[in-house]
């Protein structure tokens, strides 16, 4: 009786992890693209809940630049992203093409000239850095050269309400990830 409930134990511990194995996947991300009149880098990490959808967790910079009576006002943006992803659509071909759709937070911090309240006109800013919080929402359209590498193409609109510079924030990025499993 004890063998048999040992072979019953065993069994149900190799069914059960070959059953969670299937669903779970990981893949990290670089991005590099435009943003509101400037550039923005974007690491992350995707964890996939099986293959219609993922938690990602982004960690994004960005550079740009405000022009105001002929100056140039550089502001920077740094924020943690954590988001959910769900498929959309996936030609379920040999290569597919999925075009996932997403909502997520943003929690970072806004640097407005480098910090320094005052132009070189000696105009005084009434912007200041500061923390900034909000939300987004995107696409990514994902082309998979094989099971381990893909290149997506990624847009994104951000809502910061505590910005004193940008409250609606886009950016396009080209993300390459590596996936395992």
Known sequence: MNKLIIKA???FLFSVTSSFSQNFASS?????GWVEDGFGVNLSYNYH???FSYFQFGVFGGLS???????RIPYNIFSFQPAYYRKIFSN????PITLYGGVG???GFEVINGGNNQLDSGALLTAESQFIF???AGIELEYAFSDNLS???KAQEHYHPTSDIVELYPWLLRVRSNKFS
Request: aromatic share 20%.
């Open 9 to 11: 134990l065993i069994f």
């Open 28 to 32: 990290f991300g670089f991005s590099g």
């Open 49 to 51: 809940f099986n293959r």
């Open 65 to 71: 630049e405000e022009e105001f009576r002929g100056e």
């Open 92 to 95: 379920n071909s040999r290569k």
């Open 105 to 107: 937070g943003i929690l």
């Open 134 to 136: 909000g939300g987004f």
């Open 151 to 153: 290149l997506a193409l």
